[in-house]
């Protein structure tokens, strides 16, 4: 099949669009409200590091006729590194997102979070099982008077999704 065809242009084209329209999917719909722990970095780290080494020598011993700089040799598993890293990041966020936990209510206190041109508006708030202050995007509720928020989240063994958060 020539590169040039229609029949060629038509499936990338469309790939492109279907795989840009679930990222701006998954960055305004999972990625804002799913929490990852310790354990799920950990794993996801060790996961790419498995895939890129495997991947890079079988890539270096197939095209190693094709690469003429000594320089390609650090850029290949760069890249697939930073590849792999963003791909298992979504992956794990949607497992931790999509598949049941338990679902728990709690009442904290919290801090203001301001909203800039990267982030949203809303609170910050220590999670107990995350043992990290995590932002919780545009709770329902005034935000500058209250100073306590009421938080639903459902937790499984990777992270958390906070399905609700409202001040009082």
């Known amino acids: 099949m020539r590169m040039d065809s229609y029949a060629f242009l038509i499936p990338c084209i469309l790939g492109f669009l279907l795989a840009a329209f679930f990222f701006v999917l998954w960055q305004t719909e999972i990625a804002r409200v799913t929490f990852l722990n310790r354990d799920a970095v950990s794993l996801m780290l060790i996961a790419a590091s498995i ?78 099982e995350l043992q990290d202050e995590i932002r919780v995007c545009y709770p329902s509720g005034d935000v500058e008077t209250n100073h306590r928020v009421f938080i639903v989240k459902k937790s499984n063994r990777y992270g958390i999704v906070v399905k609700a958060a409202a001040t009082f």
Do not use: M
Not at 90 to 106: K, L, R
Not at 114 to 120: A, P
């Open 51 to 128: 895939v890129v080494a495997l991947s890079s020598v079988l890539i270096l011993f197939v095209a190693r006729n094709r690469i003429k700089k000594p320089l390609d040799y650090l850029r290949l598993p760069l890249g697939l590194f930073i590849l792999a890293i963003i791909a298992s990041y979504i992956g794990t966020s949607c497992f931790v997102y999509y598949f049941p936990g338990a679902e728990t209510q709690y009442i904290t206190s919290y801090k203001i979070a301001y909203s800039s041109r990267n982030s949203c508006s809303g609170v910050f708030i220590y999670d107990p």
